[in-house]
């Protein structure tokens, strides 16, 4: 059996081998091709079947001894070269003809079959593979990001690509597989591990240490790594490619560290890549998730290509090219426009309208992960359309004006958060919020809490401190001796019954502002709330156990406080301290 060449001669050893085939079939003479390897040249189109030559196998035209293995079919060159319009060349056809010669394919109807890509998958690989110089080498897009809906291919194309890079690239390759789980990354990497149990030359190239995640080749020459999600053990790594999945996942603080360890840890390569593939999120977190806030920040400052179910932005300067399938619709039996956000052939509008009518599934769940459609799941409280709307970047309380402050303390747990309302002329309440969140081993300080509101008590004209007595209880005791106007507000009371029901009143007529420039703090609390209607009014809960919504709690008591009492007097049910 055939030998498993290193990693730069790989490609070049397997055309001229099929090359030579192609001539004896022919008459040809086809000697000497395991003898001298050839070398890349990259054109305007990329890596080309042309520029491969050895002993004489290869015509300079493409044509001539390799018809044997095609680089790409037909219907895949019909497909738009994008990248042609801004970089000097593209790995694609080199990428698809390895993908196809290499990999075999093991799960359900595809099980045997070559791993063949699709023309939309051609469409994306030729940008996120379009190149910045003429070595050919170098990525012109450091992160390229696919946001895509389930089982249209994902965690494959990123195996594959992990593969590709670990067998072709000349420069110690390290390549660092990671996702929201390590049940997540296990896939991804048992993926990989599949595809080289398929091909005896490619099982021959590397050493297996599954029980580790580790994928490293025969010759020392580079190495896939499966990573935790853990934070702690993401430094010290120089990875030249990192795959990431499912992103929209990426919540926790400390998967947020995890992103920022990988994101830049390749800093002491020139050409290290970050590429993502994954699935829309809830829109309840868009604002203060990662995946968010690229695409978000991608789309307002890149160059925008719109086209029915898919916009791609491509941010030239930040080297950040993003394309993201969304569904044009709301409603998940929409069969036609579910489609256009599903470019693999084998998701059809049947398979859709059976995910739609699945009893299993809520509408937004089959959006989502089936649309890409960014939906508030079902139990959230404030709509994310309200919210965003009630954004005003112009509007400030200035210095001096009457303001009210809500406090809502978590000592251990929970974060610490006081709102400040103030009531605008135009008779808006715009609000702001102060969050502290506790650290591992570490309480909130609340005398840190006291100091802030004294700083307002001297700043502004401060007409009421109305706050949740359950751990702030001494706090306002010693700010009330100080003279600070402080009033008691029990969370299950009827006064904080009518509170919730007038702030929720109140946004969606467009009565409340804010400034809509704190995704980790305000946004993030209010998107994160769950509520159900009781017989003494709103209910109102976490919509995941992980989440914070104190700054909500909060911005509820400053506002009833502030605007829906009396200036001068305290209403019944309220108790000063």
């Avoid at 000697?31 to 080309?48: I, K």
């Avoid at 075999?104 to 998958?121: C, H, K, M, V, Y």
């Avoid at 029901?501 to 502002?513: P, R, T």
């Avoid at 911005?555 to 305290?570: F, K, L, N, R, W």
Wanted: with cysteine.
């Amino acid at each position: 059996m055939d030998q498993l060449r290193p990693a730069e001669t790989l490609y070049a050893y397997e055309r001229c081998r099929c090359a030579a085939s192609a001539r004896e079939t022919s008459g040809g003479v086809g000697e000497g091709c395991g003898s001298r390897w050839p070398s890349v040249e990259v054109g305007a189109r990329g890596v080309e079947a042309s520029a491969w030559s050895a002993d004489g196998l290869g015509d300079g035209d493409g044509s001539q001894g390799a018809a044997g293995c095609e680089v790409v079919d037909e219907e895949a060159r019909d497909v738009t070269d994008r990248w042609e319009e801004y970089a000097t060349g593209s790995r694609v056809e080199h990428f698809a003809w390895w993908c196809e010669e290499f990999l075999t394919q093991s799960i359900d109807q595809f099980a045997g079959e070559p791993l063949r890509l699709e023309p939309w998958q051609l469409e994306i690989m030729g940008e996120a593979l379009a190149t910045a110089d003429g070595t050919g080498v170098a990525p012109h897009w450091r992160s390229a990001i696919i946001i895509v809906p389930r089982k249209n291919g994902k965690t494959t194309m990123l195996a594959a690509y992990a593969l590709y890079r670990l067998f072709n690239d000349e420069t110690q390759p390290e390549i660092l597989l990671a996702a929201a789980s390590d049940k997540q990354a296990g896939r991804l990497f048992d993926t990989c591990v599949q595809f080289i149990r398929r091909s005896p030359l490619l099982s021959d190239g590397v050493a297996l240490r599954e029980y580790v995640g580790e994928i490293s080749r025969s010759d020392g020459g580079g190495k896939i790594l499966r990573m935790a999600s853990s934070a702690d053990n993401l430094h010290g790594y120089s990875p030249s490619l990192v795959v990431a999945d499912e992103l929209h996942a990426w919540t926790k603080p400390s998967q947020r560290k995890a992103w920022a360890a990988l994101t830049t840890a390749g800093g002491a390569r020139v050409n290290t890549q970050v590429f993502t593939i994954t699935t829309a999120g809830d829109a309840n977190e868009r604002e203060s998730s990662i995946l968010g806030r690229l695409l978000d920040r991608n789309e307002a400052v890149g160059e925008l290509e719109k086209h029915d179910g898919l916009t791609i932005s491509r941010n030239h300067d930040a080297r950040t090219l993003i394309y993201n399938y969304a569904a044009p619709t709301k409603d998940p039996t929409d069969t036609a426009a579910m489609k256009l956000a599903n470019p693999a052939s084998w998701i059809t509008e049947e398979y859709l309208a059976r995910q739609a009518s699945n009893p299993e599934l809520t509408a937004e769940e089959v959006l989502q992960f089936h649309g890409c459609v960014w939906v508030a799941g079902s139990q959230a409280w404030i709509p994310a359309e309200w919210w965003n709307a009630a954004i005003d970047r112009d509007a400030e309380i200035p210095i001096g004006g009457r303001v009210t402050l809500g406090v809502d303390v978590g000592i251990v747990h929970d974060s610490t958060a006081v709102v400040m309302a103030h009531e605008l002329e135009d008779g808006r309440v715009m609000i702001r919020a102060q969050i502290w969140t506790p650290r591992p081993g570490q309480n909130v300080d609340l005398t840190e809490i006291e100091d802030y509101v004294r700083r307002v008590n001297d700043d502004y004209h401060l007409a009421g401190v109305f706050y949740d007595p359950r751990f702030f209880e001494r706090s306002a005791q010693v700010l009330d001796a100080e003279g600070i106007p402080v009033v008691t507000m029990p969370q299950n009371s009827a006064t904080m019954a009518d509170a919730y029901q007038a702030f929720y009143s109140m946004l969606g007529e467009g009565k409340i502002v804010h400034a809509g420039d704190d995704p980790d703090g305000l946004t993030a609390h209010c998107l994160s709330a769950a509520a159900v209607m009781t017989d003494r009014g709103w209910k109102v809960s976490k919509i995941r156990q992980r989440q914070r919504i104190d700054a909500l709690v909060a911005g509820v008591m400053a506002v009833y406080g502030g605007v829906v009492q009396s200036e001068t007097m305290i209403a019944p049910g309220f108790f000063s301290v």
